[in-house]
């Protein structure tokens, strides 16, 4: 689970066809997982990325309310509803530098790059990406669209600053 998660917060990074020169980027995101009998679920919200740090966060909104923060090479997912979060390190997902500097261009509008086995294909037009499409570890297409992005602008580092509440589960991810 924290492995879905967490590959859709590294790959959103990946939002221009001249990747060396983003930033910061924030964008609102539509997430729509469809598994081999055709069974669908979508999940939507807003992201931010700030490439000192290699510091993300994805605000889930629906169809659950879900916060996934990336900083200093760890992962929290914090579920409010679950009253739990759970701590993961980057080395179980893919280094979003590492994606951007292997994304090689296989098309006019089209990168591609793989982590761990999985290939991952990243639409574009001009300096905007549309969507990144991948097979997760259980054979379930996923596709990422984006929205309303905003490259190179001001984020505060404050943004990337989770708080868990008291009382919440504490869970370790190995």
């Keep these: 689970m924290i492995r879905k998660l967490a590959l859709v917060g590294l790959l959103a990074t990946l939002l221009s066809a001249d990747i060396s020169k ?12 469809v598994n081999s009998g055709q069974s669908s679920i979508v999940y939507s919200g807003k992201m931010y990325a700030k490439k000192k740090r290699n510091q993300t966060l994805w ?19 914090i579920e409010p509803e679950l009253e739990q979060a759970t701590f993961a390190k980057l080395d179980k997902v893919p280094n979003i ?13 089209r990168f591609r790059t793989k982590f761990n086995g999985t290939t991952y294909d990243i639409d574009i037009r001009g300096d905007k990406i549309l969507k990144v499409k991948y097979l997760d570890e259980m054979q379930n297409r996923v596709t990422i669209s984006f929205t309303d992005e905003l490259v190179n602008h001001k984020i505060s580092d404050k943004k990337f600053i989770y708080q868990i509440p008291a009382g919440y589960d504490i869970l370790e991810q190995q």
């Excluded at 983003?22 to 997982?33: D, G, M, R, Y």
């Excluded at 530098?97 to 509008?109: D, E, R």
């Design 59 to 77: 605000i889930y909104k629906k169809p659950i309310e879900k916060y996934i923060y990336y900083r200093d090479g760890s992962i929290v997912v």
């Design 97 to 109: 530098l590492s994606l951007i500097k292997k994304a090689k261009k296989v098309s006019k509008n």
């Design 22 to 33: 983003i930033e910061t980027l924030s964008a609102n995101f539509v997430q729509k997982i």
